[in-house]
């Protein structure tokens, strides 16, 4: 347990470290939205997913090191750097979505939605080009089935592109997003722990230990937001989880709250938005009695703050993460 307490520690305290400079930089270049939960909505720095990218970079790199020069292992390293290249990659295209800001602050414009998931297929490169994975999948209902080749050419690509996009929907509240990633990522860690895969394991804690850092900024009130740069990441470490770790069908169960969020937001061809309007110090619907998010179903009543909203949300992924040791 020495070793991965000094990983959990490196990527904690980076984290922590960068944060503050972050926040300034993101300030001085004018890279704001405004927090529309709020009563005055004031401008807020976006794109915090560049330091929990830093921290999960600084926390494998070290892991590798640590077992090169101490133990001379190299076994697995072809899966770590994978992992460690579809994460950047894909926090690449999450900041370059977040970096296009509508003129009035009120949120970043971003790419347009047809560019969003063919993107994110840029980072499924690595983990398809070294053949990540184990072709055999257990489906509920169907079984095991072996999808041989289109498992690394299809399903690798695919998982990459649908948890992406899945987990950057379900957004726009004060620590939210990392809140929810909190959640699964410690309980898929200790899952993959458990049953032996490391790898996968190693991507979780080092996601989880960032993640508590920078949740210390985004918290209510927050003094940063993720931005598509940790959603989209987020969305990521769930896929190398999954696809390192032989793990779809846990990593499946937790993101059931986010596949519900998709079909909610297709009902309104996507266009809806998550957040509400503050009102006596409750967050309201921008939508009346429909709900097109998980959101909505709290923002239409009219009577929880937004802490209250993001506390019960948590609560609901905890509920889907307490399933996979059933």
Not at 50 to 65: E, K, N, P, W
Not at 81 to 107: E, H, Y
Not at 242 to 261: D, Q, R, T, Y
């Amino acid at each position: 347990m020495i070793i991965p307490t000094i990983i959990f520690l490196i990527s904690l305290i980076s984290t922590l470290l960068v944060m503050p400079w972050l926040i300034r930089y993101l300030k001085r270049i004018g890279l704001l939205v405004k927090d529309q939960n709020k009563k005055d909505k004031p401008l807020i720095p976006i794109s915090g997913g560049l330091a929990v990218m830093g921290g999960i970079f600084l926390g494998l790199m070290s892991y590798i090191s640590i077992r090169i020069f101490a133990y001379n292992d190299t076994s697995s390293l072809l899966y770590f750097f994978a992992a460690i290249t579809t994460i950047l990659l894909i926090s690449v295209v999450g900041f370059i979505d977040d970096s296009i800001i509508k003129r009035n602050k009120n949120a970043s414009t971003g790419l347009k939605q047809w560019q969003k998931p063919l993107l994110t297929l840029i980072a499924a490169i690595p983990l398809v080009a070294i053949k990540a994975g184990t072709s055999t999948i257990s489906v509920p209902l169907f079984g095991s089935i072996n999808f041989g080749i289109l498992y690394p050419l299809l399903i690798v690509p695919l998982l990459i592109m649908f948890l992406s996009n899945a987990v950057n929907l379900l957004a726009g509240f004060n620590g939210l997003e990392a809140g929810m990633g909190l959640i699964y990522t410690g309980m898929l860690g200790l899952y993959a722990y458990v049953n032996g895969s490391y790898v996968a394991a190693m991507i979780a804690l080092t996601t989880f230990a960032s993640l508590i850092a920078f949740l210390k900024f985004n918290w209510f009130p927050a003094k940063i937001f993720p931005g598509d740069s940790l959603t989209y990441l987020l969305g990521a470490a769930l896929a190398c989880i999954a696809i390192l770790g032989n793990m779809e069908k846990a990593v499946l169960i937790v993101s059931i709250p986010f596949l519900i969020e998709f079909i909610l937001k297709a009902r309104s061809r996507f266009k809806a938005q998550s957040f509400g309007y503050w009102k006596n110090s409750k967050i309201q619907s921008l939508y009346e009695n429909k709900v097109y998010s998980l959101t909505h179903i709290f923002t239409r009543t009219g009577k929880f703050t937004e802490k209250q909203i993001v506390i019960f949300l948590m609560i609901i992924e905890l509920i889907f993460c307490l399933l996979i040791w059933i």
